[in-house]
């Protein structure tokens, strides 16, 4: 069951926005959407499709931060942060936005670790 009564393109909504809560607290944009993801997976397909976009957008991040960070020792790493950073922020916006309206999008640049 969703909580709250909410609609589930309004939850898979919040499964990609709580990626953000990670500026506010760190690791909260991990453990969050996760949560959300294992609280109702088993309710609605779509929740569990969308989960499964986040959920393959956040291994990807960490790949792509190891990398950068790997990078900084060789001073390329430095000017890769960057963009990472601010599609770190965008790319769940529209994810977002996107789930808020029925549309299932896959980020782009993310690796399918779940299918």
């Not at 990609?16 to 949560?35: A, E, K, T």
């Not at 020792?73 to 529209?94: A, K, Q, R, S, Y």
Request: charged letters at 10%.
């Amino acid at each position: 069951m969703i909580p709250f009564g909410m609609k589930s393109d309004t939850y898979c909504m919040l499964i990609h926005l709580s990626q953000l809560l990670s500026f506010v607290i760190p690791g909260l944009g991990i453990v969050v959407p996760i949560v959300l993801w294992a609280i109702g997976k088993d309710n609605e397909p779509q929740i569990d499709r969308h989960g499964k976009i986040v959920i393959n957008w956040l291994i990807s991040c960490l790949i792509y931060l190891v990398i950068c960070f790997a990078l900084t020792f060789v001073l390329v790493g430095f000017l890769l942060f960057i963009p990472l950073i601010i599609i770190i922020i965008v790319f769940p916006v529209i994810g977002g936005v996107k789930a808020n309206s029925g549309i299932e999008w896959k980020y782009p640049l993310s690796i399918a670790f779940f299918k």
